[in-house]
């Protein structure tokens, strides 16, 4: 990877040109973005005057254009592309970014995949875009439908933060699943064998398994630090990866 500008594991570099959002699903009741936006506000930071109010930035619009070497981009790690107040609009201006950035990779993840799907059925997705959605529990596999829908080149999962066993699910056209715990001090626990259900469907069905982290929580069902708990899966790390390149 290129010289990374952010800690989140499976990315390079973030995009952000929306932030703030609204609590839609389980996995958003200790959202790590809004507790960030909050500080940022109150360390007077631009572009957060409204803290987690939705909010364009299209003045960053442009900001991976100005980067030459090809690098991997997680688009709004602070708010989601596909909230109902992100007007069609402005989504295809943050597209047709991509498509003038050909040399870049940009992870474009949601939790409100029904409206991603309805968009991208009438728009295309750029070849450089990797389309996921997030599925912290069995309310959420529903999600995995309306992506397998959409016509990209990497559709992807994010099972962050993992909030329970959510069982046997069809991975057919997904190419890569990223398992994570919740981190912070309000974490919920995630236990070991709702990870292993998660690493062995993949292996079944030939999607690639990444291991994000155990969070709050240890895999021993131990509360302590997240960089204690760390990253071992059966004592060793799994960062596998799409086989996709561009």
Same mark, same amino acid.
């Given at each position: ?15 952000? /040109? ?7 699903? !389980? ?37 991976? +254009? ?17 909230? =109902? ?15 003038? !950035?050909? &040399?870049?990779?940009?992870?474009? +993840? ?12 009438? &728009? ?5 875009? *990797? ?15 309306? +992506? ?24 057919? $056209? ?5 398992? $994570? $715990? =919740? ?5 919920? /626990? ?12 993949? =292996? ?9 982290? *155990? %969070?709050?929580?240890?895999?021993? %069902? ?10 071992? +899966? ?9 086989? !996709?390149?561009?």
């Amino acid at each position: 990877m290129s010289n990374k500008t952010t800690k989140i594991e499976w990315t390079e570099h973030t995009w952000n /040109p929306v932030t703030g959002c609204t609590k839609l699903s !389980a996995g958003c009741a200790n959202c790590y973005a809004e507790v960030m936006a909050r500080r940022l506000k109150a360390m007077g930071v631009k572009g957060y005057e409204n803290g987690f109010q939705l909010t364009l930035q299209p003045g960053r619009l442009e900001e991976p +254009l100005r980067r030459a070497a090809p690098a991997v981009y997680f688009v709004n790690s602070m708010s989601d592309l596909f909230h =109902e107040e992100v007007p069609d609009s402005y989504i295809e201006k943050v597209l047709d970014v991509m498509r003038r !950035a050909p &040399h870049h990779v940009f992870q474009l +993840l949601t939790k409100r995949a029904e409206r991603m799907a309805e968009f991208f059925a009438s &728009h295309e997705v750029p070849d450089n875009a *990797w389309i996921g959605v997030t599925v912290e529990d069995r309310a959420a596999v529903r999600r995995i439908d309306s +992506l397998r829908a959409i016509d990209a080149r990497v559709r992807f999962l994010s099972v962050e933060p993992l909030l329970e066993d959510i069982g046997a699910f069809d991975l057919t $056209g997904i190419h890569w699943v990223i398992v $994570g $715990g =919740e981190s912070g001090v309000r974490a919920r /626990p995630m236990k070991e064998e709702w990870v292993v259900n998660i690493k062995r469907q993949c =292996e079944a069905q030939q999607a690639a398994f990444f291991f994000k982290q *155990w %969070g709050g929580w240890g895999a021993d %069902g131990k509360k302590r630090a997240k960089k204690k708990n760390g990253r071992l +899966l059966f004592n060793r790390t799994w960062d596998e990866r799409p086989a !996709a390149s561009f």
